[in-house]
T-cell receptor, first 114, second 114 residues
């Protein structure tokens, strides 16, 4: 079965600093990978997705993620964090072989200090 | 705005009661997915409907049921409510039958059972 691990429950970074949120997945083949962001009181917004091809994908709001098959990872990065990036970030994996659901990680809460 | 509309935004009800959550998908989307987000279980897939038919089932309790109507809106019915059913319930929609392409999430309905 698919599983997603986000090892960091909370991360605090200074505004302007770089950010990397970790995501590891467990799945036999190449899954479809997603990063979503949830601001307080809001729904889930898709930041970026990886299906195939170039392993470095660009998303909205200046985020990017890199798929590393050898490490079963899909880490999210941003070179310079803004205070408005404070939110909860979810990594998710999907695979047609496992039906139509997305399996989500537990989430990482990002705090930005000024 | 994702284009997915969920009502109501908040719901407070007593144990043993029954509630109905409503979801209107994005225009043109045929699939509707329901997810539950709770503190102890995280984000979990409940059920999917595609063009009026149940397509996939996840960790949905027998006390819960859903349907999708001819106009493609969906309702999630929760009955014999327990304190542990308190959660944020998300609806998502996608064009096709598989969410691994791209699913758009609504802002959720926060259910509080007292």
């Amino acid at each position: 079965a698919q599983s997603v691990t986000q090892p960091d429950i909370h991360i605090t970074v200074s505004e302007g600093a770089s950010l990397e949120l970790r995501c590891n997945y467990s799945y036999g083949a190449t899954p479809y990978l997603f990063w979503y962001v949830q601001s307080p009181g809001q729904g889930l917004q898709l930041l970026l997705k990886y299906f195939s091809g170039d392993t470095l994908v660009q998303g909205i709001k200046g985020f990017e993620a890199e798929f590393k098959r050898s490490q079963s990872s899909f880490n999210l990065r941003k070179p310079s964090v803004h205070w408005s990036d404070a939110a909860e970030y979810f990594c998710a994996v999907g695979a047609k072989e496992y039906g139509n659901k997305l399996v989500f990680g537990a989430g990482t809460i990002l705090r930005v200090k000024s | 705005d994702s284009g997915v509309t969920q009502t109501p935004k908040h719901l407070i009800t007593a144990t043993g009661q029954r509630v109905t959550l409503r979801c209107s998908p994005r225009s043109g989307d045929l699939s509707v997915y329901w997810y539950q987000q709770s503190l102890d279980q995280g984000l979990q897939f409940l059920i999917q409907y595609y063009n009026g038919e149940e397509r996939a089932k996840g960790n949905i309790l027998e006390r819960f049921s859903a349907q999708q109507f001819p106009d493609l809106h969906s309702e999630l019915n929760l009955s014999s409510l327990e304190l542990g059913d308190s959660a944020l319930y998300f609806c998502a929609s996608s064009v096709g039958a598989v969410s691994v392409t791209e699913a758009f999430f609504g802002q959720g309905t926060r259910l509080t059972v007292v």
